[in-house]
T-cell receptor
């Protein structure tokens, strides 16, 4: 069965600190993509970062990096040097036969 | 900038009164999607178009219909909105349906049913 699991409903981080948002997935497909999206309170879903199942190196995009551990089926998002504007809902997603979304993690950055 | 645009940003409709939400894209992507997202939940796929081919999710109510008159535009019609249809409706596109193709979302339309 295809499934994405985010076990942290809410997280807090001090401004300028790093934070890791957890994501595990389950699929029997050999080829899949892993994605992270940010959803601020205004509602739009913003694409942050992508990792392919065959990629050897972890993806990075600016302050975002994806810690991909294929054997453990995890794809954690690391945000370095947190900013107040990072406060939002974060969704992990997997694309195999279709897109599957996790339930999201609400991140609050504390000044 | 190439983008996905949804109108209106906020929509209020009365119980049972048909409503149409619109989405346009300048990305020239082949695939367009409609998602429903209720508060504190993940987006739920309603249907998608691959070019002109319509794909309905099995659990999408018949009350929801969609039209894609051309590559750039896609509409979501709710024939008889109920209170339970109040939600954020997100339009998204992807260039193709491959595993490495991200979804690009519009700003969403927040629907209120009174």
């Amino acid at each position: 069965a295809q499934k994405i699991t985010q076990t942290q409903p809410g997280m807090f981080v001090q401004e300028k600190e790093a934070v890791t948002l957890d994501c595990t997935y389950d699929t029997s497909d050999p080829s899949y993509g892993l994605f992270w999206y940010k959803q601020p309170s205004s509602g739009e879903m913003i694409f942050l970062i992508y990792q392919g199942s065959y990629d050897q190196q972890n993806a990075t995009e600016g302050r975002y990096s994806l810690n991909f551990q294929k054997a453990r089926k995890s794809a954690n998002l690391v945000i370095s040097a947190s900013q107040l504007g990072d406060s939002a809902m974060y969704f992990c997603a997997m694309r195999a036969d279709q897109f599957y979304f996790g339930t999201g993690t609400s991140l609050t950055v504390i000044p | 900038d190439a983008m996905v645009i949804q109108n209106p940003r906020y929509q209020v409709t009365q119980f049972g009164k048909p409503v149409t939400l619109s989405c346009s894209q300048t990305l020239n992507h082949n695939v367009m999607y409609w998602y429903q997202q209720k508060s504190s939940q993940a987006p739920k796929l309603l249907f998608h178009y691959y070019d002109k081919d319509f794909n309905n999710e099995a659990d999408t109510p018949d009350n929801f219909q969609s039209r894609r008159p051309n590559t750039s535009f896609c509409f979501l019609d709710i024939r008889s909105p109920g209170l339970g249809d109040a939600a954020m409706y997100l339009c998204a596109t992807s260039r193709v349906a491959g595993v490495n193709s991200p979804l690009h979302f519009g700003n969403g339309t927040r629907l209120t049913v009174t």
